[in-house]
């Protein structure tokens, strides 16, 4: 469980970090590398929030550990569909990527490092 918390934790919060900064750069020079390399820093660390994911429904209900995972697949598929329209919305309102996307996902993973 521990080993799980922390790389769960771990991404969670590099992945906030490193999009955090990306949303601060304001006049990068085309051809930089540096937005590609918080990407890839980025989404590599955040995959480390998928090893508890399913080990997780287990730990709530073994017995129902596949209907929970579905519940749970279901509620993640839903929030991709209304973060696009949450996103192409700010976007059309304020004409900010940082506001209308990096912001919103800081925000998503700092909550979810917190628990």
């Known amino acids: 469980t521990t080993v799980r918390k922390l790389a769960q934790g771990i991404g969670f919060f590099v992945p906030s970090v ?16 540096l937005p590609i390399v918080l990407i890839i820093a980025g989404v590599a660390s955040g995959a480390l929030s998928y090893s508890g ?10 017995k129902y550990s596949g209907l929970v995972s579905g519940i749970s697949t279901t509620a ?34 700092l909550a979810g490092w917190a628990c």
């Open 53 to 62: 994911l399913y080990a997780s429904h287990a730990d709530l209900s073994r």
């Open 18 to 33: 490193c999009i955090g900064i990306l949303a601060t750069l304001n006049d990068v020079q085309p051809g930089s590398p």
């Open 76 to 109: 993640g598929a839903l929030a991709g569909v209304g973060s696009n329209a949450f996103a192409g919305y700010v976007l059309k309102e304020t004409g900010s990527w940082s506001q209308a996307i990096f912001i919103p996902s800081v925000a998503l993973f």
